[in-house]
Every structure is written in C-alpha cells, then in structure tokens.
C-alpha cells in the first residue's frame, strides 16, 4: 500500500478536532461523550503522533471504571442534551457520571500495543495503573459475566456487545415487553440518516434493557442472573480471550505471579468453552443465548475474530476461511458486519452489513498471525480504498463503498493512522 499524507494529516486533524481535552469523542453530534472500546482504538491512532495523549486516552477512560471493576461504555464528562440516553437516565450514581453497561474489552490488548511500541520495559511509569485497571475489569467480566463458567462472555445489553443493531439479537430482542418503555425522544435519527440506525422497535427494546439495570440499581448479580437480555457474545467473548493473552504478557512482565497464574486458567478455560459457540451448519462461531441455549446462526464480522483469539482447529479454521472467500464473492469489499443474503441484510443499516474497520483491524491482525498474510492485506486494502474514496465514515457500505453514519469518525481515522494507511 502507497502512503498518503493527505490523508494522514486529515486522520490527525479529525482526532485532533473530536479531543475534548484527555477524551475523544467518537464523532461531534451523534456520540458527544467518551466511549468505551472507541477510546482504546483511538489511542492507537494518536500513538504515532503524540504518544502521550495515547496513553492519557486510556487513562481518562479508567477513570470511569467502577468499584466493581466494570469500565463503562460511556462516560460522561459532561453533559450534552443532543445525546439519548444521556447521564439522567442511567442514573449510575458515579463521579463521573457513566451508563451501568460495558463494551467490549479491548483495553488490555491496547495497552500491550502502545508498551511494546515503547520499549516494553516492566518500569514504564503508564503501564501499571492500566494493567490493574484491566485486570480489575477482566475480574469484573469473570465474576459477572460468564454464567456457563466456560470463559465465554454474556452480554445483558446489545450496546455492550458494541454491534448494537445486529441481527444476531433479533430473537433475543423479540422476546423482551418493551410495553412499559415511558415516552422518550431519539436524538441519533436527527443527526443522520434513520435509513442507516436502529428501528424504533428495536430501540423500544434498548431502552427497557437498560430500565430494568437501573431500576436493580445497576445490580451487577441480579441484571446477569435474571436480566431481560442474555446473549454469549461471540465478539466479546473472542476480544476477552484475546485480553486475557496480552494481559498475562504483562502480568509476567510485571512479575505479578498470582495474577499470571489466574490468567492462565481463565485462558484454558475459553480455549476449551469456545466450541460452545461453534456452528458446524453453517460453519463459524457465531454467538448464542444463555437462556435458550439457540445460536444465531449468523455469519457476522465478529465470527473472524476467532483468528484474534487464537481458537479453532484446523477443520474450524478451513470452514471460516471457505466462509470468508464466499463473502468476498458477494461484495465488492470486506469485511460487512452480516453475510450478504443472510435474512435482515441491509448494506447501509449499522450493524446489519455496514464494514467496520475496527473489527475488520481485529480480524486481519488474527488472519496474519494465524498464517493468512493475503486475507489480511486483502482486508487492509479493502479498508484503505474505502477511506480513500469516500472518507472518514463510521462504517461503510460494502456494496458500494459509501459510507454510513457519522463522518469524521475518530475510530476510522485511527485505523488509517495505526493500520490501513500505513
Ligand atoms: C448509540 O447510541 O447508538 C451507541 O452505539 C450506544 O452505545
């Protein structure tokens, strides 16, 4: 790939532009607050410039986590009425004021990134306070978080998962009253295109997830146990394992040898759980509901990630490169958030087609270290056109290359910095 420094110097000016002073926010309008998972990937955009405002993006994000060890995928450092649900109705009752929900933990494997990038000396001065956050948090996830006890992670809200409106939760979604929902008003379908967001059924149903957190008092044990929304992630259950990998790197870094020992178990204990998510039908990993036990049957981005994670043998690993060449037959790039044809597809709709090139990065990394080197440039080609000829989007079509949602979007222009555009 040609370097473009046009193009970088648009990617910074963007980060540069959505720094609202040591947080950034994923785009001005649509999500004017900090943001879990979009931070961590932001810091890897701000490395190659100003590596000390990389490090000061994950430090203001752990400033949020809560006693519990939970880092909240939203954190209000201020308000701003253009947004709902905004601080009033979470209600966390934390300074500072965040939802009652996580994302996916991304965090550990970032930190590792931005310490190797600097040396990787066990006395670099940011590194500690981040590896106990993580750890914490990992705790957190471990705790409350995995019901079957086999290291695979439940989601109670589909915003934890991060792919809000996947089809993947359609089922799940379906099953839930959302007849007690008071009257509210959307804010994100002013800022864009309804065409390109969730459905207001769909958001009815958000909203009383996110009623019944808060009306448990953001009871981490009664939301798990008896929550509306019970889905095993296959995303955050592959970037968990993912996490716990690079976070028993620093913990054997550190000479943290209790925490070093917990990791591998729980590592040993996901490497085995995860077939718990294996679909041979259509074969690929694809997520399922801890209530019903059903699996989606989906083949989305977030099935990949088991590349990531380092899971699958070699007859798992075939299926999923034969699945990633049929859907490199049917659109004109990678990676879309749902297979093409698959009921619900809809190239401009948010999570239901849309690429994303935050998980299309997380896959390629997999597909290279797994030993596919051309699926991972060709992942990172693709990423590289789309941004080139239609901008810093939120996502994109994988159709036509359009983009979807908010633009100047800081995650997209991160990855162009740290990966694609390199
Ligand atoms: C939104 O508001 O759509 C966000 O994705 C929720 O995290």
Redesign the pocket.
């Known amino acids: 790939m040609t370097r473009n420094p046009q193009l970088d110097m648009k990617a910074r000016e963007i980060l540069e532009r959505n720094d609202l002073g040591g947080y950034t926010v994923p785009t001005h309008g649509l ?1 004017p607050f900090q ?1 879990n998972w979009d931070s961590a990937f932001v810091a890897l955009g701000f490395a190659p410039f100003d590596m000390d405002r990389a490090w000061q993006e994950l430090e203001t994000l752990v400033a949020g986590q809560w006693a519990d060890g939970m880092i909240p ?2 954190i209000f450092h201020r308000d701003d009425a253009g ?1 709902f649900p905004g601080p009033d109705m979470w209600a966390s009752g934390t300074t500072p004021p965040t939802s009652g929900i996580t994302q996916p933990p991304v965090l550990a494997s970032i930190v590792r990134q931005l310490w190797e990038q600097e040396g990787a000396a066990p006395d670099h001065p940011r590194l500690a306070p981040l590896y106990q956050a993580c750890l914490r948090s990992h705790r957190w996830f471990h705790r409350f978080r995995d019901p079957l006890g086999n290291g695979l992670v439940m989601a109670t809200h589909n ?1 934890e998962t991060g792919r ?1 409106n996947s089809s993947e939760w359609d089922d799940a979604l379906a099953r839930i009253d959302a007849s007690r929902v008071g009257a509210y008003q959307r804010r ?1 379908t002013g800022h864009v295109d309804a065409a390109m967001r969730p459905r207001q059924h769909e958001y009815d149903r958000y909203v009383a997830i996110l009623e019944f957190g808060r009306a448990s008092g953001w009871d981490h044990r009664r939301i798990a146990d008896s929550g509306p929304f019970r889905m095993i992630d296959v995303g955050m259950s592959m970037i968990l394992l993912r996490a716990n990998r690079d976070l028993l790197v620093m913990a054997e870094a550190l000479g943290d040898a209790a925490a070093a020992g917990e990791l591998r178990q729980q590592i040993a204990r996901a490497e085995s759980g995860m077939d718990w998510l294996w679909n041979e039908e259509v074969g690929a990993y694809c997520s399922r509901d801890a209530t019903t036990h059903e699996s989606s049957g989906l083949v989305t981005n977030a099935s990949f990630l088991g590349f990531y994670a380092g899971v699958g043998n070699r007859h798992q690993q075939a299926r999923l490169i034969d699945a990633l060449e049929r859907i490199s037959r049917g659109t004109a790039y990678l990676l879309p958030s749902l297979e093409t044809g698959s009921r619900a597809y809809d190239h401009r709709r948010y999570w239901r087609g849309p690429i994303w090139l935050v998980v299309s990065y997380m896959v390629a990394q997999g597909l290279a270290e797994q030993g596919h080197a051309d699926w991972a440039l060709r992942i990172a080609s693709d990423s590289a056109k789309l941004i080139e000829q239609f901008g810093f989007f939120e996502s994109f079509s994988p159709e036509t290359g359009e983009g979807s949602g908010g633009a100047d979007f800081s995650w997209t222009a991160a990855m162009w910095l740290a990966w694609c555009g390199r």
Do not use: L
């Open positions: 999500y943001w995928h939203i947004y915003w809000d994100d």
